[in-house]
Each structure stands twice: as structure tokens, then as C-alpha cells.
């Protein structure tokens, strides 16, 4: 069963950092580019952060500067890096393909919960 499971959120102030996780345990996660998506409340899930397979990375405008992506196939996981947290960053984040590829684009975890209190 595809299975993605997303941890390492929590509540910080702003200007703090937080190490998200990410592991799964299909293939097809490992042979494809991947990303983090945040879902801020109200809003769509968005992609804010993506990494080939060889480890070159994209980031929105947003975060750029401030997360870093990084994966490590042999443990099947793949990593975001947040520091100088700020209060819009507050959402869940979710991994997954990026782009989102057929197989799994309805294959989401539970997520993990980033909250920055200003």
C-alpha cells in the first residue's frame, strides 16, 4: 500500500525553526521528483518546495532563502528544513510528487501541523 507519513511539526514563535519528515514507502516515490505542499487554512494545498531525484531544488518566492529540501532515498525520506519561521507559514504540510504524478496524486498522508505565533 502506498503510504506517506509526514511528521515534525509543532507550534514555534516566529523567527524560529522546525525539521520536517517525510517517509514513504513506495517506489514511485523514490524514482520521482518530490515536493512539500502547505495547506494554509482556507486555501488551497500549494507546493512551496521540490527536489529531483538527483537533488536539485525549486522553491517558491515565499520560502526561498529561509527552507531548504533535502531527500535521502536510501531511508525513503524526504526532508524540509524551515527557519525564520513567520506567522504565514502556519499550515499543514504534506509531501508528496511533484508535479503530482497519476499514481499518487490521491495518495496523501495525514500531514503534519506548523503553527507560528507571531
Known amino acids: 500500500q502506498v503510504q506517506l507519513v509526514e511528521s515534525g511539526g509543532g507550534l514555534v514563535q516566529a523567527g524560529g525553526s522546525l525539521r520536517l519528515s517525510c517517509t514513504y514507502s513506495d517506489i514511485i516515490f523514490r524514482s520521482n521528483n518530490m515536493g512539500w505542499y502547505r495547506q494554509a487554512p482556507g486555501k488551497q494545498r500549494e507546493l512551496v518546495a521540490g527536489?529531483?531525484?538527483?537533488?536539485?531544488?525549486d522553491y517558491v518566492d515565499l520560502v526561498k532563502g529561509r527552507f531548504t529540501i533535502s531527500r535521502d532515498n536510501a531511508k525513503n525520506t524526504v526532508y524540509l528544513q524551515m527557519n525564520s519561521l513567520k506567522p504565514e507559514d502556519t499550515g499543514v504540510y504534506y509531501c508528496n510528487t511533484a508535479p503530482l504524478h497519476p499514481a499518487t496524486r490521491d495518495t496523501w498522508g495525514q500531514g503534519t501541523q506548523v503553527t507560528v505565533s507571531s
Open positions: 527536489i529531483t531525484r538527483r537533488g536539485d531544488t
